[in-house]
């Protein structure tokens, strides 16, 4: 992991931690600002599926509970798809991708759910990456991801190590994806994951896009705000830090 990377990051939680919040600069109460949703209705607690498969992966995700909730409610919806499998891209740890596992699991889609990785860290960093230079994220390993995935007896697993697509995309045998999710925080890797899983993904079909809208991902903002007005996608902005593109 590069320092710059740790250092903002180790700053910004400083600060936060502390009741402060650091804007990207001159940007304060322009393109971001603090959201407090005013909602209360948080179904996460009640929901004991959930919270018993969260418990196991908390400590493999760098992804808070809110979106963690997210994942599992639309892997649960896109069941009533007719077909398609699912597929991470990011999986670091295994912590959503295993969420995802469990849900797909319960939810009867009898799909495999493809973990993607390089275990190696961030890739494609560019021009259009304020923060991100590449090899974040590298402290995991393709055995901490067959771990946790074995401890919670998921048997629709498929883990492909190495850059998606282009190192891995022969792999996945399913030539229809109904659910996808993507983390892999910088624009360049996520525009060829899109550009690969487009074509396939079924009408009707669900990309979660994390990091829309972090200050830290701008990458991220910006391939959606280019791609969102597209006639064969709805997009939603979901103000806890997803974006989601549903294929009409
Ligand atoms: C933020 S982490 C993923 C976090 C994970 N979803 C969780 O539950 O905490 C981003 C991951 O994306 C991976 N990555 C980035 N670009 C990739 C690509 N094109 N192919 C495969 N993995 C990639 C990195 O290796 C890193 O592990």
């Known amino acids: 992991?590069?320092?710059?990377?740790?250092?903002?990051?180790?700053?910004?939680s400083m600060f936060r931690?502390?009741?402060y919040e650091i804007f990207p600069r001159g940007d304060k109460g322009g393109r971001y600002e603090t959201i407090?949703?005013?909602?209360?209705?948080?179904?996460?607690?009640?929901?004991?599926?959930?919270?018993d498969c969260y418990q196991a992966i908390k400590s493999?995700?760098?992804?808070?509970?809110?979106r963690c909730y997210e994942l599992w409610t639309l892997a649960q919806q896109s069941a009533k798809l007719s077909e398609g499998a699912l597929i991470e891209v990011g999986v670091w740890r295994g912590g959503t991708g295993a969420l995802i596992a469990k849900q797909a699991e319960l939810s009867g889609i009898n799909q495999p759910v493809y973990l993607c990785d390089t275990f190696t860290g961030v890739v494609k960093a560019g021009v259009n990456d304020s923060t991100y230079t590449g090899g974040e994220h590298d402290n995991t390993s393709l055995g901490t991801v067959e771990k946790l995935?074995?401890?919670l007896k998921l048997r629709n697993v498929r883990i492909l190590k190495g850059i998606f697509p282009d190192d891995t995309e022969h792999a996945v045998e399913s030539d229809k994806i109904r659910f996808?999710?993507?983390?892999?925080?910088?624009?360049?890797?996520?525009?060829?994951i899109i550009d690969w899983v487009w074509p396939r993904l079924v009408p009707g079909g669900i990309i979660v896009f994390d990091d829309y809208g972090s200050a830290f991902?701008?990458?991220?903002?910006?391939y959606m705000n280019e791609e969102m007005h597209k006639p064969d996608r709805i997009m939603l902005y979901n103000l806890n830090g997803h974006g989601v593109f549903f294929k009409r």
């Open 60 to 66: 493999h995700t760098l992804v808070d509970i809110f």
């Open 217 to 222: 991902c701008d990458g991220i903002t910006k």
């Open 1 to 12: 992991m590069r320092l710059s990377y740790r250092l903002k990051m180790a700053v910004w």
């Open 149 to 151: 995935v074995a401890d």
């Open 36 to 51: 407090l949703p005013t909602s209360m209705y948080s179904p996460w607690n009640v929901d004991t599926a959930f919270q």
């Open 180 to 192: 996808c999710h993507v983390d892999v925080d910088v624009y360049q890797s996520t525009k060829d």
């Open 17 to 19: 931690s502390a009741g």
